[in-house]
T-cell receptor, first 116, second 115 residues
Framework: AQKVTQAQTEISVVEKEDVTLDCVYE???????LFWYKQPPSGELVFLIR??????QNEISGRYSWNFQKSTSSFNFTITASQVVDSAVYFC?????????????FGTGTRLQVTL | EAGVTQFPSHSVIEKGQTVTLRCDPI?????LYWYRRVMGKEIKFLLH????????ESGMPNNRFLAERTGGTYSTLKVQPAELEDSGVYFC?????????????FGPGTRLTVL
């Protein structure tokens, strides 16, 4: 069975602070995919990143960066110099692969509140 | 290009009534998924269509839930009769191909409240 744990229920930071959202996963698959989605107040889930289990390189996209560590089964997400627009619920998710498309297993989400 | 759309955005019904949720996937996407988030919990998978066929319906809670995707385009999810525990946000997602690498794109969700 697959499982994703986001232990941080809610995080509150002041604008310009850096913040890291934790994600720990469990899977028996040797090949799998990890995702982060953002849910702003408008409600839709916005895709941020996909990472496959063979690629442990960290990724940076603007103020966002992701740290994938297979040894600790973690896929953490860091926002540098946070902004009020980053306020949202962030979900980490896991998908088995390869092969045919399949369901995502989500964590419970971390609500990030960025204040001025 | 239009994203995944869902209708209605909100629905408030009484226990025992019927509700039908609709999802229009991104044009050309063969895969369509339904997920549900009950308050404060994780988003849970309900089922997966490939075109008009049900590929995986292991997450459907019980036989009060009926999903269809006639013609392989839009999908409906009917809850009949609705119970209090059915309240939550129902998300629809779609992806292009049959590879596990294909990203699922989500709609804004339908917030269902059963009183």
């Amino acid at each position: 069975a697959q499982k994703v744990t986001q232990a941080q229920t809610e995080i509150s930071v002041v604008e310009k602070e850096d913040v890291t959202l934790d994600c720990v996963y469990e899977t028996r698959d040797t090949t799998y995919y990890l995702f982060w989605y953002k849910q702003p107040p408008s409600g839709e889930l916005v895709f941020l990143i996909r990472r496959n289990s063979f690629d442990e390189q960290n990724e940076i996209s603007g103020r966002y960066s992701w740290n994938f560590q297979k040894s600790t089964s973690s896929f953490n997400f860091t926002i540098t110099a946070s902004q009020v627009v980053d306020s949202a619920v962030y979900f980490c998710a896991l998908n088995r692969g390869p092969g045919t498309a399949s369901k995502l297993t989500f964590g419970t989400g971390t609500r990030l509140q960025v204040t001025l | 290009e239009a994203g995944v759309t869902q209708f209605p955005s909100h629905s408030v019904i009484e226990k025992g009534q019927t509700v039908t949720l609709r999802c229009d996937p991104i044009s050309g996407h063969d895969n369509l998924y339904w997920y549900r988030r009950v308050m404060g919990k994780e988003i849970k998978f309900l089922l997966h269509f490939v075109k008009e066929s049900k590929q995986d319906e292991s997450g459907m809670p019980n036989n009060r839930f009926l999903a269809e995707r006639t013609g392989g385009t839009y999908s409906t999810l009917k809850v009949q009769p609705a119970e209090l525990e059915d309240s939550g946000v129902y998300f629809c997602a779609s992806s292009y191909g049959l590879a596990a690498t294909d990203t699922q794109y989500f709609g804004p969700g339908t917030r269902l409240t059963v009183l």
